[in-house]
């Protein structure tokens, strides 16, 4: 499986963005997907995640009710809304992919990785 990331970008604090997750392979409804983002020095940590059938998401607590996670298995794609942007926001983010049909959280879980799309949200 290969993820192609895209959608971030500069946006002021309260504005919203959706990033985008492509994957290639003809089992992509077989993939959990998550989002984990990386600020300068930190760790990578993890955002939210959906089950391969759609059914399942989990947020971490910090961007509860401001990300929403969905896919579309048609097109091969999840896609992260976020609005209410906050400067803490800031960070590399990247889609990962496993086998499995639950919302796992954990990078360890994970053993795709895309390539990283960039979000930087000014005060």
């Known amino acids: 499986v290969q993820l192609q990331a895209s959608g971030g970008g500069l946006v002021q604090t309260g504005g919203s963005l959706r990033l985008s997750c492509a994957a290639s392979?003809?089992?992509?409804?077989?993939?959990?997907m998550a989002w984990f983002r990386q600020a300068p020095g930190k760790e990578r940590v993890f955002v939210p995640s959906?089950?391969?059938?759609?059914?399942?998401?989990y947020y971490a607590d910090s961007v509860k009710g401001r990300f929403t996670l969905s896919r579309d298995n048609a097109k091969n794609t999840v896609y992260l809304q976020i609005t209410s942007l906050k400067p803490d926001d800031t960070a590399a983010y990247y889609c990962?992919?496993?086998?499995?049909?639950?919302?796992?959280?954990?990078?360890?879980?994970?053993?795709?990785w895309g390539q990283g799309t960039q979000v930087t949200v000014s005060s």
């Open positions: 990962a992919a496993t086998t499995g049909n639950y919302y796992y959280t954990a990078r360890t879980d994970y053993d795709y």
């Open positions: 392979g003809r089992t992509w409804g077989n993939y959990a």
């Open positions: 959906i089950s391969a059938n759609g059914v399942g998401t």
